[in-house]
């Protein structure tokens, strides 16, 4: 956290020194060579720039989302034909989501930053912490019954149908709740600081997904449910593509 922040300070300090000996030396360069030579060094000058903590957030999300969908892919199998799904599939989705979800992105940073800066901030956005705590708490008890029930390497027929409704209903509990965060919450999150104070906290959710994951964190958990999604046959994103609507009255010929 320390040695981010320095280094980090130090990058603004070089960019902004930088500015005014780049300025006294452009003279007759071209406006190509000038940006270049205007340009900041570090995160600022790297490809792609530097991650936000609310890009942090929502791209957290879309791997919880894609748990979410390998979840509602293993319910209709659970359905159908419940010895067609490897429980080790959902016991590895289930420890991600523990692990990523709740153990990290609502506990250490949603819990801990977001929602008390929310509730003190007041406004409409502070109605939904509340609910969205008792949400997250629900998550966790259906992500132990999800390991408890996944530890074997069969699943009985008892169980199919329960699990199939409780991941069905997470599913349905989970999607309307990152949904709220990624419109609401984080937004109104977001008004709470100045962007100083936003890139203090972009430095922070890194140091907290360092300290807890190491280098890679969002990387090794996207790695993680794209070996899932390989092995339920997920992975073609073109088996996905909606078929085109049938044919309205008006259009159809004769
Ligand atoms: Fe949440
Ligand atoms: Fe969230």
Redesign the pocket.
Known sequence: MRLAKTRRDFLRASAIMGTGLALSSCVGKSPSTMQQANSPTGDANKFGGEVTATEDLMREHGVLRRALLVYTVAATKLRGNPSALPPDALQKTAKLFKAFGEDY??KKL?EAYIFPAVMKAGGAAASYPDI?VV??NRGREITDYILALTEGPKLGAVNAGQLASALESFVMMYRN??AR?DTI?FPAWKQTMTGEQLDEMNDKFEDIEHEQFGEDGFEAAVNQISAIEGSLGMSDIAQFTAPSPPKTLETVPG
């Open positions: 992105h609502e949603e969205l949400q997250h709740h990152a965060e919450i």
